[in-house]
């Protein structure tokens, strides 16, 4: 078999060192579990709404196009930059609160962040920069929306205020809408880039 879609045991993975696809997703999983860094042929890893803090044991996994790490509890980005091969990184709905381009690999072509904590729109524009196939990027409903020069015409809507490390913040719970301006920034950082939160860049 070169995948699997089951309820988490540790011993299933060893059973399976060939998998190339693996969903361990809604496992009530608190880590990234040890057994990954034996599947060295690993493609695509779905371990979304979980208990995650942080990414790790993926040090062997240097075929890996796909990452799912939705709806978990990451607080930072972390043990992915080595991943050269990697396309598609799903990282919204986590507790993220600032990004570096040094946390990604720069292969990747589609990056989703939506749904964190980011209050700084240049840790976006430092991240896309470096980034040479970016295609599509999902940033929306970060603390930064609140700051951004949206269209007139659209009502940024704010969730209530948010206890983070001790410090209060808010963020959007929709796509924000660019004014051109900004897409245009977006677009002379990374040439690449195709859409951003559903507006054409």
């Known amino acids: 078999s070169s995948g699997i879609n089951a309820e988490y045991g540790e011993g299933m993975i060893h059973d399976f060192p060939n998998l190339t696809w693996l969903c361990l997703s809604a496992n009530a999983l608190d880590s990234v579990p040890m057994a990954i860094s034996k599947l060295v042929n690993l493609r695509h890893l779905f ?44 990282l919204s709905s986590n507790k993220i609160l600032s990004v570096s381009p040094f946390d990604f690999p720069a292969s990747i072509t589609f990056l989703g962040l939506y749904g964190n904590l980011i209050s700084e729109f240049e840790d976006v524009l430092s991240i896309i920069e470096k ?71």
């Open 47 to 90: 371990i979304s709404n979980n208990k995650i803090k942080r990414i790790e044991n993926l040090n062997n996994c240097q075929h890996l196009e796909t990452l799912d790490v939705r709806h978990n509890n990451l607080s930072e980005v972390s043990g992915i930059n080595h991943l050269h091969k990697m396309l598609s990184l799903s």
């Open 131 to 201: 980034m040479e196939s970016l295609r599509k990027l999902f940033v929306g409903s970060n603390c930064f929306c609140e700051n951004l020069p949206l269209k007139p015409t659209f009502n940024v809507k704010l969730i209530p205020k948010q206890t983070v490390n001790g410090a209060k913040r808010q963020k959007c719970n929709e796509d924000p809408i660019y004014l051109p301006e900004i897409l245009s920034l977006l677009k002379s950082k990374c040439p690449t880039l195709k859409n951003i939160d559903n507006n054409s860049v």
